[in-house]
């Protein structure tokens, strides 16, 4: 160890990523609760309306989204690690974007049809 690392020092950065990943379980875990106690009552109160999820629109935004920060990725990895497993980390997100928007095209080319 050199005199600006020390032990602590590395043992507190360790634990930050795991405080974060609990907390924000935590979090994502009293808000699903709540979702379903709310949608409870209101289905015990004959006032739930089932909300409509366009599938269309989010696999394009989630495809335009998911396919820029791969390329993203893929470039900035490219050029600073050179072709390695490392540049997986944008390659995996650019391929499933790509995915989502063939599925978007061919998904209103069938609807087009019909």
């Known amino acids: 160890m050199d005199k ?11 634990i930050i990523p795991i405080v ?11 808000y699903l609760l709540w979702h379903h106690k709310r949608t409870s009552l209101l289905i015990q109160m004959g006032q739930y309306k089932r909300t ?4 269309l629109s989010f696999s394009l935004l ?9 390329t993203g ?15 997986l980390g944008g390659i995996i997100p650019l391929t499933i974007g790509i995915g ?3 599925y978007y095209v ?9």
């Not at 600006?4 to 360790?14: D, E």
């Not at 409509?52 to 599938?55: A, I, L, Q, S, Y």
């Open 20 to 30: 974060g990943i609990v907390m924000g379980s935590v979090v994502v875990f009293f």
């Open 73 to 87: 990725l893929t470039v900035f990895l490219a050029i600073a690690l050179g072709v390695n497993f490392g540049l």
């Open 106 to 114: 061919v998904k209103q080319k069938i609807e087009k049809r019909q």
């Open 52 to 55: 409509v999820f366009d599938v």
């Open 4 to 14: 600006f690392t020390s032990a602590a020092a590395q043992v507190i950065v360790s």
């Open 62 to 70: 989630t495809g335009l989204l998911l396919a820029s920060v791969g």
């Open 100 to 102: 989502l928007l063939a």
